[in-house]
């Protein structure tokens, strides 16, 4: 059975949250550096996505609407 410090580490591991080339540290593993990281990382997952209405959208999330054509007949039909 792996130690709660090793099994944070490989929990993080496949979150991502580990560098590639990174390997178990036993010194940072006696400071519960892992669970600690672990226990922080959940925290921040389990926290709702606030979204603030006043923040203006990206150009790109922007609906266009189409023109308003009734503007041209009307100019035609006054003529």
Request: glycine share 2%.
């Amino acid at each position: 059975m792996a130690s709660p410090e090793l099994e944070a580490f490989y929990a993080l591991e496949s979150m991502g949250m580990v560098l590639e080339g990174e390997f178990f540290s036993p010194s940072k593993a006696k400071d519960s550096h892992y669970t600690q990281l672990l226990e922080a990382a959940e925290k921040v997952r389990k926290q709702p996505i606030k979204r603030n209405v006043s923040t203006p959208q990206n150009q790109s999330q922007q609906s266009v609407l189409p023109p308003d054509l009734s503007v041209l007949t009307d100019a035609k039909l006054a003529e």
